[in-house]
């Protein structure tokens, strides 16, 4: 296994700014592609090994989620807020947004690095096969 810290970059830019966008901008969930293709541009760059592809797609991905749903919880924390205070919640709002952001931090890196995952076994298969033809 090595890393490839140019892949790893690419990835984590790449999933962090198409999940943020996504998140804000776009409907429920739509965001969940941004560490599909961040995974899909490390396991291209890296090629060769699908052991590589992991590594480096899951790792930039889920680093990303990391960033990504913590930076969606802060933005939108007066919404989670006044919702979670409307059920009938009587605790500070610091406790639940510690909460919120610890959650959503490991949520989001177990959830992105899973699908970082696929991206990079796309993106290997995708590798392999360009660099198999013949020109």
Do not use: H
């Not at 590589?52 to 790792?59: C, K, L, R």
Request: proline share 2%; hydrophobic share 45%.
């Amino acid at each position: 296994m090595k890393l490839n810290w140019k892949a790893i970059g690419a990835a984590f830019v790449a999933t962090t700014l198409i999940s943020i966008i996504c998140g804000i901008y776009l409907p429920k969930n739509v965001d969940l592609i941004g560490p599909v293709i961040g995974g899909l541009i490390a396991g291209y760059i890296v090629g060769g090994s699908y052991t590589d592809g992991f590594v480096n797609g899951g790792i930039s991905a889920g680093i990303g989620g990391i960033v990504s749903t913590v930076t969606l919880v802060l933005l939108s924390s007066s919404q989670i807020t006044s919702l979670v205070y409307s059920t009938g919640y009587t605790g500070s709002k610091e406790t639940l947004l510690i909460g919120l952001v610890l959650g959503s931090a490991f949520a989001g890196f177990a959830i992105f690095f899973v699908l970082g995952i696929v991206g990079s076994i796309i993106g290997v298969g995708l590798n392999k096969r360009n660099t198999n033809k013949p020109d």
